[in-house]
């Protein structure tokens, strides 16, 4: 008989998640052991992290472009007006007055 354990013992590697995360800074001494991890994840305040994380639900890859950056590569379908068919427009071209209204519009995400 064969047995499946869900969330058993995590791997036992050296790295803990907040090195890729957006939430936390890292300050690491000459030793091994001289290490400070701050989490500014949660709306409380910093805290301080001492040993090695491997699940977090607060995590944010930092490798991952925030929602504002992706908005500023974004191509626009725009509608022209007169004679002229519509077209892509790079949000970063577009009039300041209109990105703001596209950014207004668009969906509450968090950074």
Not at 19 to 34: A, D, F, M, N, P
Not at 54 to 66: F, G, I, M, N, V
Request: charged fraction near 30%.
């Amino acid at each position: 008989m064969r047995l499946k354990v869900y969330r058993g013992t995590p791997p036992q590697s050296a790295r803990t998640l907040c090195e890729t995360c957006k939430h936390s800074t890292i300050t690491r001494g000459r030793r091994l052991e001289e290490e400070i991890i701050r989490c500014e994840a949660q709306s409380v305040g910093t805290t301080f992290v001492t040993f090695v994380v491997t699940e977090c639900s607060a995590y944010l890859d930092a490798a991952l472009p925030s929602y504002h950056e992706l908005f500023e590569k974004a191509w626009i379908l725009r509608r022209r007006d007169g004679k002229h068919s519509a077209g892509f427009v790079r949000a970063s071209d577009l009039p300041l007055n209109e990105r703001w209204n596209l950014m207004r519009e668009a969906p509450n995400l968090e950074e």
